[in-house]
């Protein structure tokens, strides 16, 4: 049986984590308020990202300073994965254009997507924080970067993938959604009751 009171509290965390870095976050209960709640989430995340490859640019050139070559090289093969990962964030808009419409409200499937949406704007923001963390350290000479960039990589790699399950999912809701509205019944139309006959007039003439 499902504990109404601890889901209710679970799910006001979920949003009073995200609303952290989004105010005004609502989830996609209200179908008329998705897309724009949609946008939001990725502008956030985008953004952050940004942020991320600035931070990025700094530590490659601590890194280079130090004649560590190894780890530019790393650095550089995690930056392409970032950059790929921004592409598919900010071309994301045509592939979700169609899918919010068509999604009805079914608490628990929008649930699951403010769940993805709280790994997105979470990660993003922890990965933007380790790797200032990280450059900190190198700047004090106290960082294992081989073994950091590691971590980093993988936490890429882990919003990359998070960002494509969450587009399944979405996805996911608008096939079903459409594959029920194809398997309702159409509703019946109501038959034509016949036009009665107008009884025949004698002619004014005619003789009886």
Not at 54 to 77: C, F, H, I, P, Y
Not at 158 to 170: A, C, F, Q, S
Request: net charge negative; aromatic share 6%.
């Amino acid at each position: 049986m499902v504990d109404y009171m601890e889901k209710s509290k679970q799910d006001r965390g979920i949003f009073e984590r995200i609303s952290l870095y989004i105010p005004g976050y609502s989830g996609y209960r209200q179908r008329n308020m998705r897309r724009d709640i949609d946008r939001l989430v990725r502008s956030h995340v985008a953004l952050s990202i940004k942020e991320v490859k600035t931070v990025m640019a700094d530590l490659k050139r601590q890194v280079m300073d130090n004649g560590d070559l190894q780890s530019v090289k790393a650095m550089e093969r995690i930056t392409v994965k970032i950059d790929t990962y921004m592409k598919t964030i900010e071309s994301a808009e045509s592939g979700y254009s169609g899918m919010w419409e068509t999604i009805k409200t079914n608490e628990s499937d929008l649930d699951s997507i403010v769940e993805w949406d709280e790994k997105l704007v979470v990660g993003s923001e922890e990965l933007k924080a380790a790797l200032k963390e990280l450059r900190d350290r190198v700047d004090e000479g106290s960082a294992d970067v081989k073994k950091e960039l590691r971590e980093i990589e993988r936490y890429v790699d882990d919003l990359k993938d998070g960002l494509n399950e969450r587009k399944l999912v979405i996805k996911g809701l608008a096939d079903r959604a459409e594959q029920e509205n194809r398997e309702s019944p159409a509703p019946a139309e109501e038959a034509e009751e016949p036009e009665a006959e107008e009884p025949k007039r004698r002619g004014l003439f005619r003789r009886k």
